[in-house]
């Protein structure tokens, strides 16, 4: 039996007013991801800027997870999201996926997109007048402005030089972000995904014997210990984000990180009586 429920969620992202704002919106987000998954075994496969929604009321902030169009269960996670082709979220696409890996596609596939997304936000600017302000200068020569091409096996090559070093990263990815919040917060979500001691970096390699070997194909055998340490850090983000909003009360000062994901099923406020210029409707579908 299923029951779907339509109702209003949230902003775009770029409605948000400061970094605050998005980080809170973006660690929402990805309580939600993993509840999705370790409720119903569902991995979003689609994480870019319009899958993450931002809403302020009076006494809250928060963000919510939508556009599950290609989300896949766990069970048929070879069949995920490299079927959407559209050059504008290129950008946000694993480098398995880019790649048409036949390995398996995990939560860390969503993380890494979600990373992507951050260096976005923190190179173009986190709303529309920082985008304008941004694009109004010519900007052509930032390796990234090469993520958008629809050549995914160049693209991925591409992610693979740049994620694949920590001075590769900084020097072709920090460098160009002025936003020095999602900067820290880039710096420390690739130290995750792409460093880790089991399956450090994103080059291709041979073994002794000639054999290939993908290190983004090994990351996979950590994907809960990389997870539980990304959620992890997005928690005390978004505790210092809030407090820096003044939205933190005294007796959350001790909030810690999910360990299992929120429920599913989430206290919504109530739509607001004046809604913004932009509106977004959502469609959750509870099992």
Known sequence: HKRT????????????????????????????????????????????????????????????????????????????????????????RSILSLAHSEAPRTRLDDWESLLYLVICLGTYGINDNERRAFFAVRRAHLPIMRWNSSDTVTVAHLKRGIMGSTHAFNTDVCVAMTNEPLRRLATDMHRSLFLHPGCRGATLYETNEGLPVDPLVLRNA??????????????????????????????????????????????????????????????????
């Open 5 to 92: 429920v339509m109702q209003w969620a949230g902003n775009a992202i770029s409605a948000a007013n400061n970094v605050s704002q998005v980080i809170v919106a973006i660690a929402d987000a990805m309580e939600a991801h993993n509840a999705a998954y370790l409720n119903c075994g569902v991995i979003h496969g689609n994480i870019t800027d319009r899958a993450i929604l931002f809403r302020e009321t009076k006494d809250r902030v928060s963000g919510a997870l939508v556009e599950f169009d290609y989300a896949t269960c766990d069970s048929d996670s070879r069949a995920s999201a490299a079927n959407h082709e559209k050059p504008e979220l290129m950008m946000f």
């Open 222 to 287: 950590f994907e809960d210990e990389i997870v539980a340490d990304l959620l992890r850090m997005l928690a005390k983000y978004k505790q210092d984000a809030l407090a820096e909003l003044g939205k933190v009360k005294t007796s959350n000062a001790g909030m810690a990180a999910p360990s299992a994901g929120p429920s599913l099923k989430r206290n919504w406020d109530k739509t607001p009586e004046h809604l913004p210029e932009k509106r977004f409707k959502a469609y959750r579908s509870v099992l």
